[in-house]
């Protein structure tokens, strides 16, 4: 019976003690900013990602990249204390067509493979139809009176 109740000590001081550190977690659901169907000529093409380090040391992102030059990620420069919040800007080019890029972030937090989470933007950026007016109407109906 002491051998369990040490093996079960010695089992959970273990798992408390690689819970310690900084920990990210991300506002957004499965950490992806859905930007819907957008027009070029009317959205920036930024979002924000919102984070908070949960952990109980500093969190430091050490780099956040991008699959692809149309996507530009901007990273804290500085550490983000315990129960603060953080942010990661992106900005996509907003060329026409569905959006499906990956951004990858690089940080010390404890709570994620390797300190590297994957954050995404998805959506579609859709450009409106120029009008024409000096263009011969088609398939206008026409009225006998």
Do not use: H, W
């Not at 990210?24 to 930024?46: L, M, Q, R």
């Not at 500093?58 to 901007?74: F, M």
């Amino acid at each position: 019976m002491k051998k369990c109740i040490y093996l079960l000590t010695l089992l959970l001081s273990i798992v408390t003690f690689a819970q310690k550190g900084p920990k990210i977690v991300f506002s957004a659901p499965d950490n992806t900013i859905d930007y819907g169907k957008v027009y070029k000529d009317t959205d920036s093409g930024v979002r924000v990602f919102e984070f908070k380090n949960t952990g109980d040391a500093p969190l430091i992102i050490a780099d956040v990249q991008s699959t692809c030059g149309c996507t530009i990620p901007t990273k804290p420069t500085e550490p983000i204390m315990p129960g603060k919040m953080g942010k990661i800007e992106v900005k996509y080019n907003m060329s026409p067509g569905p959006i499906r890029k990956t951004i990858t972030v690089e940080c010390n937090a404890v709570n994620v493979e390797n300190g590297k989470v994957a954050i995404k933007i998805k959506g579609e950026v859709l450009v409106r139809e120029a009008i024409n007016i000096l263009e011969k109407k088609k398939n206008v109906p026409t009225s006998d009176y």
